[in-house]
């Protein structure tokens, strides 16, 4: 079974600087891990998403993530804040094949932006 | 290229009564996923499909609720005797197959169901 853990429900930076929002999994199998973004309403959006293939990940709108097995840590950043990357922003992760196929999401952070 | 698409956006009814949320997948992707997300919490999975058949039921809570997908394309999620406990936002995502753990799921805007 696979799992992740989003700790703080809410962060508030201001604008121009780092961002910071942390993951951390649980899983089984060799794990996929993704970063979406789900603005006010509006769908989810894929951010980014860890494949195996290198482990620092770049995404849209300037966001990264990189996976850190010996932490079991998907943290995703952003060098700079913006006013419009304030949202909801959810780590998921998923299995393999078959009946791991599904998206397990951590409960989401907030991110507001201050002026 | 058109998105997942979602109706009704808002559904409010009453407790006891059945409802019906629909889903249009994008065209082509084969896997077909439901996932409930209540208030203040991430999304939770429900069923997914992979063509017409199930795949993979086990988020369904009790069986007040059932999912189709007659023709692979639209998925139609349905709840008998609905209880406040249903109210949250019901969202649905498609991908190119369900094979490929890495292959992007798109998600709908969801539809808000309220239970009176």
């Known amino acids: 079974a696979q799992s992740v853990t989003q700790l703080g429900s809410h962060v508030s930076v201001s604008e121009g600087a780092l961002v910071l929002l942390r993951c951390n999994y649980s899983s089984s199998v060799p794990p996929y891990l993704f970063w979406y973004v789900q603005y006010p309403n509006q769908g989810l959006q894929l951010l980014l998403k860890?494949?195996?293939?290198?482990?620092l990940v770049k995404g849209i709108n300037g966001f990264e993530a990189e996976f850190k097995k010996s932490e079991t840590s998907f943290h995703l950043t952003k060098p700079s804040a913006h006013m419009s990357d304030a949202a909801e922003y959810f780590c998921?992760?998923?299995?393999?094949?078959?009946?791991?196929?599904?998206?397990?999401f951590g409960k989401g952070i907030t991110l507001s932006v201050r002026p | 290229g058109a998105g997942v698409s979602q109706t009704p956006s808002n559904k409010v009814t009453e407790k006891g009564k059945y409802v019906e949320l629909r889903c249009d997948p994008i065209s082509g992707h084969t896997a077909l996923y439901w996932y409930r997300q209540s208030l203040g919490q991430g999304p939770e999975f429900l069923i997914y499909?992979?063509?017409?058949?199930?795949?993979?039921d086990s988020g369904l809570p009790n069986d007040r609720f059932f999912a189709v997908r007659p023709e692979g394309s639209v998925s139609t999620l349905k709840i008998q005797r609905t209880e406040r406990g249903d109210s949250a936002v019901y969202l649905c995502?498609?991908?190119?197959?369900?094979?490929?753990?890495?292959?992007?799921?798109?998600f709908g805007p969801g539809t808000r169901l309220t239970v009176l």
């Open positions: 860890y494949t195996s293939a290198a482990t």
């Open positions: 995502a498609s991908s190119r197959t369900a094979g490929a753990p890495y292959n992007e799921q798109f």
């Open positions: 499909f992979q063509g017409t058949g199930a795949a993979d």
């Open positions: 998921a992760v998923r299995g393999a094949t078959g009946a791991n196929s599904k998206l397990t």
